[in-house]
């Protein structure tokens, strides 16, 4: 293993509590506790050598510089991108920051360790845009589905449209965040921060249509529903959302599509439409407009347009 070795604790010296474990309870939401105990998992791999590890348990208070400034240069020789490094880096800062507030490191050792600068980096936001073609095509499937699942999924698919929301966002939606009178739905985004977001008249019906199917009591807006068409209140899983949009348009003959695939499309509408920068960023919960910028289509339509004026001197076919 090419990771500088990392002492072994001793069993005298097993912290009272693990750093890992209160890193991840600290986080607000169970998709941004997967993320992240993914990324310690895979850190733990490299430090170990041990395809099998986790992060539970290791002595993540004993990591000094020269072990995490070596971890960064695995990070990319293993081929991952800057910005899968860099997620990885914020995890693994992060843990290093409760080892100290446990008092298992030093204020200079935790900020010698946590001193990892981020991958600079510029990268068009992964995923495609999604086709109104293909979207009518799902919902008219969801419309001649008429077992609850149908009534749900259309909804679903209308919200992510019109709104821009995460996948984890909307499966964290209540009925109590639903306010018909406005079209309007209270989001919790990354970092628990809240913010409104609105339904196009169409969206809002599609909501409407399934609440009459799945009633008006308290508790998830969208929720699981087994074969036998009965409903379980409980939150769906960021998962079973996307699983649904690619359920749906893989049913109605249209190319595999994600839920960022209908936030990419839903910025770029937007963008497109004039409505200002600031008022996007706004809508979709970005913390810099840089982030929203970078899902402006405007720039590369305007490029293409500009090597369509050229033309490539010869007979054509010849």
């Not at 001193?115 to 499937?141: I, N």
């Not at 919960?285 to 339509?301: I, L, M, N, V, W």
Request: charged share 30%; aromatic share 6%; net charge positive.
């Amino acid at each position: 293993m090419n990771t500088p070795a990392v002492p072994e604790r001793r069993p005298a010296e097993q912290p009272p509590r693990d750093p890992y474990q209160v890193y991840l309870d600290g986080l607000p939401s169970p998709e941004s506790r997967r993320t992240m105990r993914g990324c310690l998992d895979r850190v733990a791999r490299l430090i170990t050598g041990d395809p099998d590890a986790t992060g539970a348990g290791q002595p993540w208070e004993l990591l000094r510089y020269e072990h995490t400034v070596r971890l960064r240069t695995l990070m990319r020789e293993q081929g991952w991108s800057p910005s899968h490094v860099n997620k990885h880096l914020v995890a693994l800062r992060r843990v290093l920051k409760e080892a100290w507030r446990l008092g298992l490191m030093t204020g200079e050792d935790y900020q010698r360790a946590a001193d990892l600068p981020a991958y600079a980096h510029t990268r068009v936001p992964a995923g495609r845009h999604v086709e109104a073609d293909a979207l009518a095509a799902a919902l008219g499937g969801c419309d001649d589905d008429h077992s609850p699942a149908g009534r749900r999924d259309g909804a679903l698919l209308a919200a992510l449209y019109s709104t821009g929301c995460r996948r984890a966002e909307v499966a964290g939606l209540t009925f109590a965040d639903f306010d018909p009178a406005a079209r309007s739905l209270r989001v919790r985004g990354k970092g628990d921060k809240e913010r409104l977001v609105y339904l196009t008249p169409e969206a809002a019906d599609r909501l409407e249509l399934w609440l009459s199917v799945r009633g008006r009591a308290d508790g998830p807006l969208f929720c699981p529903i087994n074969k036998a068409g009965r409903l379980r209140l409980s939150h769906m899983t960021g998962q079973a959302v996307a699983d649904i949009v690619s359920r749906r348009l893989a049913a109605a003959g249209a190319s595999p599509r994600t839920p960022h695939d209908f936030r990419r499309t839903f910025i770029g509408e937007l963008l497109d439409a004039g409505v200002d920068l600031a008022t996007a960023q706004a809508l979709v919960g970005h913390a810099s407009p840089a982030t929203t910028a970078r899902y402006d289509r405007r720039p590369e339509r305007r490029r293409r347009e500009a090597v369509d004026r050229l033309r490539l001197p010869g007979v054509p076919g010849r």
